[in-house]
C-alpha cells in the first residue's frame, strides 16, 4: 500500500508547466512540522491536470494545506552520475486555515 497524508505549509511557490501532450502539472514545496515544531520536513508536492491549476491559482507560501496522496521514486543519470528523488503525487489537495472560503481542490477539479 503506497498512501501519504501530509498537512503543512506551502514553502514554495506552485510553478504550473504543461507537458508536451498538453497536461498541466503543478509541483510545489510543503513544510511538515516535526513534533515539537522546531523542525520540519520538506516535501515536493506533484498534482496534475485541473487539480494542479487550481493549486496554481490559490496556494501561496505559507498557506496551510492538506495533501493525501502516494510517493513516487524515481531515478536517472546525468553527468553528475547517477541521481534519485521521492515526490508526492496528490490525489487531493485541501486549503485550511483561517480563510473562510476554504477550498477542496479535489471539488474545484469537478468544477
Not at 509541483?27 to 485541473?50: C, H, I, M, N
Not at 501561496?60 to 502516494?70: F, I, K, L, N, P
Not at 485541501?94 to 473562510?100: A, M, N, W
Request: with cysteine; glycine share 10%; net charge negative.
Amino acid at each position: 500500500m503506497n498512501v501519504v497524508a501530509l498537512i503543512g505549509n506551502v514553502a514554495q511557490a506552485p510553478d504550473l508547466r504543461h507537458t508536451d501532450a498538453g497536461r498541466a502539472v503543478c509541483t510545489f514545496r510543503l513544510a511538515v512540522s516535526r513534533p515539537g515544531g522546531e523542525q520540519a520536513d520538506f516535501f515536493t508536492v506533484v498534482a496534475w491536470e485541473r487539480q494542479a491549476e487550481v493549486c496554481e491559482a490559490y496556494l501561496q507560501v505559507g498557506r496551510r494545506v492538506g495533501v493525501d496522496g502516494r510517493l513516487h521514486h524515481c531515478s536517472w543519470e546525468d553527468d553528475g552520475g547517477r541521481r534519485s528523488k521521492v515526490e508526492v503525487v496528490a490525489h487531493r489537495v485541501q486549503l485550511l486555515g483561517v480563510r473562510r472560503e476554504a477550498v477542496d481542490v479535489e471539488s474545484a477539479q469537478d468544477a
